[in-house]
């Protein structure tokens, strides 16, 4: 069960939760567990997002780190208004080939039109896996 702030734009909720976060990160098998502009967390199974050599795939850290950031900053741009994606950057620091990782997404900046995330991706121990840092440029929804 996801955890949604109780202030959170009714209209990003019903996306959140018709599309299961997106097409791809429903490929992926990502669960948002805690959902806001300050801190968000999200899990994903090793298992199905490997590369060849059997360990997880790194663009599949990237998938779900850029998910948890897109989202976080896209809850604080707020009703109206959208959050693209235009700087991620990712390093890798551990390698796993089993089980589940635990994304954790944390503010640095949260600006009117810049909102910066720093997202930690750790295996069941708690190890840290990689470090993603992601920025998104908050503007207003384009019109119908």
Do not use: W, Y
Request: charged share 15%.
């Amino acid at each position: 069960m996801t955890i949604f702030p109780q202030d959170l734009d009714p209209e990003l909720v019903t996306r959140l939760v018709e599309t299961g976060g997106g097409q791809l990160a429903q490929k992926m098998g990502i669960t948002f567990v805690e959902l806001s502009a300050e801190r968000s967390v999200a899990t994903m199974p090793v298992e199905g997002n490997r590369q060849v050599i059997g360990l997880l795939h790194g663009g599949a850290h990237v998938v779900l780190a850029e998910s948890l950031g897109s989202i976080s900053a896209a809850i604080h741009a707020g009703p109206g208004r959208i959050a693209v994606g235009i700087e991620i950057n990712a390093s890798h620091s551990k390698a796993v080939s089993a089980g589940i990782v635990t994304a954790t997404c944390e503010a640095l900046v949260l600006g009117r039109t810049l909102a910066t995330h720093t997202i930690t991706v750790c295996d069941e121990a708690g190890n840290r896996l990689s470090t993603v840092r992601m920025t998104n440029f908050l503007k207003d929804a384009p019109g119908d």
